[in-house]
């Protein structure tokens, strides 16, 4: 574990190295992919001006920028055969996909399972025969590395969701325990936790790889809610207690690139030093998540420091909303009288900004209040009544 903790850390560079290396042997600018087509690193070759923008094509210009290539270039180019290949791949020019400059793919195989792809630049005649041998021989390297990394991912992963999950108590410590040797001197900065919800499998596979999101250091998928519905868990590596950009920057990454078709949020819990009180931070993000579901304003990525009385409504138990007295005006066939009670506590009961809002008269503002009146047996101008119906209404929609 020791080792894995190793190769992990210092994964970047070496991956950098190794494509440099294939980069020297074969002449060519290169780069490296995991299968999901994700760029890991490229080499800049100064040799022939490869690198120039003019001599690139949309594909590899994309895949550089925004560092991964569209599910219909990935399809194209497995249509070549490279995820059963283990030898290089020679790919022809073919402009009407993008494709300018012909392409060799080495496939980056360990125990015989591809783990990525080596992708050269390369026109006819391209590397000779030995060249690409040497190439192919640093790709096995290269398998290798990201063998070893994504176990120590799943490790990581395996050990976060079990703090994350595990009672407190004796089951707690032991799961915090397995943590910080899994982690090894990374366990010692300042972390938080961020939750992005929902995410639609609980299928560790199906889970981002942490090299892919900013400041990550491990992601698993944690249940949340009812209806079997999970969340995706990320703990985040801050370099101070109060940067808090980090969390929004992988938080975002996570909404953006995402499993499409769900409404989903994300919540940042409060930084930590070391790994101490994660489940806190855990309640934190979640809370916040779930705040940013319920109302647009905190949306799409909401620190918990931020979701003033969100703190203490997502606190409560989900019944909690569940008032007899303000029940009756939660049904569907009131939702216009809930709303309007929901603007006008949340004006400070300013009749002119709520009825302006609402875009309706201070008259059929005041029928409506009287109607909430009525339904609930509360009287809006009783300080107790009033903030028990804003709770309810608030908490009604978390």
């Not at 108590?169 to 397995?178: F, N, P, R, S, Y």
Request: hydrophobic share 40%; proline share 7%.
């Amino acid at each position: 574990m020791r080792e894995n903790a190793r190769v992990t850390s210092d994964s970047r560079g070496d991956y950098q190295e190794l494509v440099d290396e294939i980069s020297e042997l074969l002449g060519a600018p290169a780069t490296l992919e995991n299968r999901d087509f994700e760029l890991i690193a490229f080499g800049a070759y100064d040799g022939e001006g490869d690198l120039d923008p003019a001599a690139l094509d949309p594909v590899r210009t994309r895949s550089i920028l925004t560092r991964r290539s569209t599910a219909a270039i990935r399809t194209w180019f497995e249509g070549f055969g490279i995820t059963r290949a283990t030898g290089p791949v020679r790919i022809p020019p073919t402009p009407e996909a993008g494709v300018y400059r012909g392409r060799i793919c080495l496939p980056v195989r360990h125990r015989g399972v591809v783990l990525g792809y080596v992708w050269l630049l390369a026109d006819d005649p391209g590397p000779t025969a030995p060249q690409l041998d040497a190439a192919m021989e640093v790709t096995s390297r290269i398998g290798a590395l990201l063998a070893d990394e994504a176990q120590h991912g799943a490790d990581l992963s395996r050990e976060l969701r079990a703090v994350l999950t595990a009672e407190r108590g004796w089951q707690g410590d032991m799961a915090m325990a397995a943590l910080r040797t899994a982690l090894g001197t990374r366990g010692d900065g300042p972390y938080t936790l961020v939750c992005v919800a929902p995410w639609p499998s609980a299928d560790p596979d199906d889970a981002p790889s942490a090299r892919t999101v900013p400041h990550a250091t491990a992601l698993c998928t944690v249940p949340w809610g009812a209806a079997e519905q999970q969340c995706l868990a990320v703990l985040v590596r801050l370099r101070s207690t109060d940067a808090g950009s980090s969390a929004e920057a992988a938080a975002t990454r996570l909404l953006k690139d995402g499993p499409p078709g769900a409404h989903r949020a994300a919540g940042i819990g409060r930084p930590r030093t070391g790994l101490t009180d994660l489940a806190t931070a855990w309640q934190e993000a979640t809370a916040a998540a779930r705040t940013a579901l319920a109302e647009p304003r905190f949306a799409p990525v909401a620190d918990w420091s931020r979701i003033g009385p969100y703190r203490l409504l997502t606190s409560l138990p989900p019944d909690s909303a569940h008032d007899p007295a303000v029940g009756p005006l939660l049904s569907p066939a009131h939702h216009e009288l809930a709303r309007t009670a929901e603007v006008y506590l949340d004006r400070a009961g300013q009749a002119g900004r709520t009825a302006a809002e609402l875009g309706i008269h201070r008259q059929t503002l005041y029928y409506r209040l009287s109607r909430v009146e009525q339904l609930t047996g509360l009287d809006l101008d009783d300080g107790e009544d009033r903030l028990l119906l804003h709770m309810v209404l608030k908490g009604a929609r978390l």
